[in-house]
């Protein structure tokens, strides 16, 4: 993957991220049921974009990270 | 012995404790001005981690987290939400500014703004800007620290002599250490609130109901509007989204623009530690998980303490816990008031004296030094003044500092991404904005979709700082080839 695409997908998740968290993405989501893992829907769905966020910027960073030893090398 | 004893023991041991490891660290540092960056060059991964995280989550996410989602809710949600959203933009933010800091000797965020847009009124504006957003911070944390000793002593130990004991020795160990046991203490401190918050919250609703998931099957039988974003009002109203989702995106602006926290962009020297602490961050974050659940082992169980932002010392005390544990979780909360509180202590007399003080009259290093030993003082001693009414609440102080410091997002982008950006620009949008947020601040009525102030003030600062820029004539292409080569 290319450092600009990488960047881009990034931006595109966090973007997203911030709709999905607040008015008017969550609205769809605003709701109780089903409970996942024992959390009301809306909680875990917040705490699903939360932890996503992770698996994103490792990805980002392993690419941003081929980039910069390549240009060292 | 009384159970209120044995906590006062182990809180007062684990005070003890903590003082010393503040006091140590600073016989490390060979001088108190370039102590921080040594300490900073010197932590790895798993620590800067722990520091991070601890200087985030304060007793705003301890105290004011449970207390919200006790009494307002889904409202809490916005605490989970913004955090990761506003470290996220760090990983490109965080290495640019060290670069530029490396270059030009930048050692506050003010310094970066105004080596690129040379003014000292912009610098003296910055500094003023900080020190008041710093004010309710650093008295939301002395606060949340009285209000753990006053709850589990049993009153023995009221608010006002709660927190200044446990602020007499966080201006102790700042005053006397500096940075150094700042650094340190927070390490030991975000240990001990990750692993306090994730035992209780998951023990108090196994205790109570038998479990997470019962717990919530008893509350949407009973209460099922509590957990439906975005919420309740403090008066048990219906929260609007046009607030809920306000107050997200001002924390998530501002998160970074705290300057004891973008400041540890100049001190770390390793990029590849500061980016994987901002990858990692979001797992720190999911500590507030735990923490609400605190909050909502809270809501079916019968009394209440005498404000929300007590239920988490209250439900401890109330669920009959062995004294020893009580006072652990209790060392667990102080921790997170303490280590954020010294950090912003330190913080905020930095950045009086370098970006205020300094620019308008020359001082040699030992003036600064004591200086800046002085502010500490004055600043925890105004911070602890108002700590001692008891009408605040402690998210509700937490969010206006918020939208005083996301005024200085544009400032700070602009002064590393934006070319055309102006001196008259940002100094122009720094007070069209800052004046937008303290007039709705005031007149809390006329918010348009009761949106945040600090929201509305950016709304009027960006097409500011754009318009005047525009009109102004470009910087010199010798002066932004230094910031854009």
């Not at chain 2, 985030?56 to 989602?69: D, E, N």
């Not at chain 2, 974003?229 to 219906?238: F, R, W």
């Amino acid at each position: 993957m290319s450092l600009r695409t990488a960047r881009v997908l990034t931006c595109i998740y966090l973007a997203l991220a911030m709709f999905f968290v607040t008015w008017p993405g969550l609205v769809p989501f605003a709701r109780i049921e089903p409970l996942v893992l024992g959390l009301p829907f809306s909680m875990a769905w917040i705490a699903g974009w939360i932890a996503g966020s992770v698996f994103v910027l490792y990805g980002l960073d392993r690419v941003e990270r081929r980039h910069r030893d390549g240009e060292d090398s | 012995m009384e159970q209120w004893v044995v906590v006062s023991i182990i809180v007062g041991a684990y005070l003890a404790l903590t003082l010393t490891i503040g006091l140590l660290a600073g016989r490390k540092s060979s001088d108190s001005v370039t102590g921080y960056v040594a300490a900073d060059r010197s932590f790895g991964l798993l620590v800067m981690y722990f520091v991070t995280g601890a200087s985030v989550f304060s007793a705003f996410a301890f105290l004011g987290g449970p207390g919200w989602a006790y009494s307002r809710g889904a409202a809490a949600f916005y605490i989970l939400a913004y955090g990761a959203l506003g470290m996220a933009p760090f990983y490109w933010i965080g290495p640019r500014a060290a670069a530029l800091g490396r270059k030009f000797g930048y050692v506050t965020q003010a310094q970066l703004v105004v080596g690129r847009f040379p003014s000292r009124s912009l610098s003296a504006l910055i500094a003023t800007l900080s020190l008041i957003a710093f004010i309710p911070y650093i008295t939301l944390q002395i606060r949340g620290a009285g209000i753990v000793i006053e709850a589990v002593t049993e009153g023995h130990v009221p608010i006002w002599l709660g927190s200044l004991l446990a602020y007499g020795i966080v201006i102790f160990y700042v005053l006397a250490s500096g940075a150094m046991a700042v650094g340190w203490t927070n390490t030991f401190q975000g240990v001990f609130m990750v692993v306090i918050a994730w035992s209780l919250g998951l023990y108090l609703p196994y205790r109570l109901y038998g479990g997470v998931t019962p717990m919530f099957e008893q509350i949407i039988d009973a209460r099922p509007d509590m957990l439906i974003p975005p919420g309740l009002t403090a008066t048990g109203e219906p929260w609007s989204w046009g607030a809920y989702s306000t107050f997200i995106l001002v924390s998530a602006v501002g998160l970074m623009m705290w300057p004891h926290l973008f400041m540890k962009a100049f001190t770390a020297k390793d990029d590849d530690t500061m980016r994987r602490t901002v990858i990692l961050f979001p797992t720190f974050q999911l500590f507030l998980i735990p923490v609400f659940l605190i909050g909502f082992s809270g809501v079916l169980f019968s009394g209440g303490p005498p404000s929300a932002d007590f239920i988490l010392p209250y439900m401890i005390l109330e669920t009959g816990l062995p004294a020893v544990v009580v006072g652990l979780f209790c060392a667990g909360a102080l921790s997170a008031s303490m280590s954020t509180g010294d950090a912003l202590l330190h913080a905020s007399a930095s950045v009086v004296v370098e970006d205020g003080v300094n620019q308008f009259m020359q001082l040699d290093d030992r003036q600064q030094r004591l200086l800046m030993r002085i502010l500490v003082l004055v600043t925890g001693a105004t911070a602890y003044y108002f700590a001692q009414d008891a009408e605040s609440s402690l998210v509700l102080l937490l969010a206006t500092a918020y939208g005083v410091i996301s005024q200085l997002a544009p400032p700070v982008i602009s002064a590393m991404y934006w070319r055309r950006a102006t001196t008259n620009g940002v100094l122009a949008g720094l007070l069209a904005g800052t004046a937008t947020s303290v007039f709705f601040y005031l007149n809390p009525d006329l918010k348009p979709f009761d949106m945040h102030e600090g929201i509305l003030g950016l709304i009027v600062h960006i097409p500011v700082l754009l318009a005047v820029s525009f009109m102004t004539p470009t910087q010199s292409e010798k002066h932004l080839e230094g910031f854009f080569s």
